[in-house]
């Protein structure tokens, strides 16, 4: 009977023991972007273990920021959409990883002067940018919850942009300055909370 009770009480020992290791894997993350919030850009992204090495992960976020100076005003309000496949080398949720992702963004961007001349040289251009990518990086779990995520890598996209001028007959173009090359670095540091 000492045995059977012994036997039982190590089997719960062990069976709390699997239930405390199995809580202690991260199968979700919320995380923010803190590098796109200095510039106006407010994401956040939510991120999925798919299995030990593969997860998902998808941003999106408001585009708004702006500023005037001496009669000059800049206006730019749009958002932003980013889904992601990750590839952990070690375990996933934490560790150096690979990802590949597309990129959508739309933006209309506003300028305009506070001039006394007749001509009004003010206009807005939309933009639209699809694209994508591929980065490495590293996200590392705190405290098994919070999260730290650091990555950066080359993109490439295509943009499509209109411009319409206040004043019909001014003819300048301010494509080439809104409109660079399609070949970029993405980089970005995210903070969060796995669950």
């Known amino acids: 009977m000492q045995k059977a009770k012994i036997t039982i009480l190590a089997l719960a020992f062990a069976f709390i023991g699997t239930l405390t290791t199995q809580a202690q894997v991260k199968s979700n993350a919320i995380k ?3 590098i796109g919030a200095l510039s ?29 100076f001496t009669g000059y005003t800049q ?22 990883y690979g990802a590949a992702f597309a ?17 009004d040289y003010g206009y807005t251009q939309s933009r639209f940018a ?38 019909a007959t001014y003819s300048g173009s301010t494509d080439d300055l809104w409109d660079p090359s399609p070949f970029g670095l993405r980089f970005g540091f995210n903070l969060g909370a796995a669950f």
């Open 32 to 34: 923010w972007n803190a």
């Open 40 to 68: 106006g850009q407010y994401q956040f992204a939510f991120e999925r273990a798919m299995n030990e090495n593969l997860t998902l992960q998808l941003g999106a976020g408001l585009i708004s920021r702006g500023w005037t």
């Open 75 to 96: 206006k730019t309000s749009g958002f932003i959409v980013i889904p992601e496949a990750r590839y952990y080398f070690n375990e996933s949720m934490k560790g150096l």
């Open 103 to 119: 990129r959508v963004r739309s933006t209309n961007f506003t300028s305009t002067w506070d001039d006394t001349s007749t001509q």
């Open 130 to 167: 699809v694209g994508g990518g591929v980065v490495l990086g590293v996200q590392v779990l705190a405290g098994d919850v919070f999260v730290f995520d650091i990555f950066a890598g080359p993109q490439y996209k295509s943009v499509s942009s209109t411009t319409t001028y206040n004043d």
